[in-house]
């Protein structure tokens, strides 16, 4: 009986905290930031822009573009600054929310960030990578608070697809 008892007042607990993640509005929280989502670009090749696994959502990477659109492309170190490069990695965190919020249809669903890998386009002797996917990380405890937290690797490669920046992956834990 003292199992059975623990056992219920495990699961009714765990119940009311999976359905009540957040003591706000995600999606508010979003438009109060200043920040609109669009809808993501559909893949060109052979993969998708999210996928679900269980709990976890893995979301392919997102390159760097501006409000607008267009292609933020450069070599970090060479061609733009350490604050540029954040706010690259930033609009990439907007179009990855983006797709998130395709695949859930509410990001109140998240229950936190898992993974970031951050990939910066960089001159060979470029070594500030962390603080260019800082512009990323920011944004997620800015969206999820303590949630948004994450594991994360800042990578700095020699070339990105189409000269871009920044290019941002990340894994997910939702809700059903």
């Keep these: 009986m003292r199992y059975l008892t623990l056992f219920v007042f ?17 999606e508010k929280r979003i438009k109060e930031l200043g920040i609109e989502l669009t809808t993501p670009a559909q893949p060109v090749a ?16 997102k390159i760097s573009k501006d409000q607008n659109g267009e292609l933020i492309k450069g070599k970090l170190g060479k061609d733009l600054t350490v604050e540029q490069g954040y706010e690259a990695a930033k609009n990439c965190g907007i179009s990855i929310l983006s797709t998130l919020k395709e695949e859930l ?30 512009g990323f990380s920011d944004l997620m405890v800015e969206v999820f608070g303590k949630r948004g937290k994450h594991a994360r690797a800042a990578i700095g490669v020699a070339s990105l697809p189409l000269g871009v920046a920044v290019e941002v992956e990340m894994i997910v834990e939702a809700r059903p």
């Design 105 to 134: 249809g509410d990001l109140n669903k998240v229950v936190r960030i898992v993974k970031v890998t951050g990939y910066v386009n960089s001159d060979p002797n470029f070594t500030d990578q962390s603080k260019v996917v800082n």
């Design 10 to 26: 495990l699961a009714f607990t765990f119940n009311i905290s999976a359905q009540k993640l957040y003591d706000y509005s995600v």
């Design 46 to 61: 052979n993969y998708v822009g999210a996928i679900r696994s269980g709990t976890l959502i893995f979301l392919s990477g």
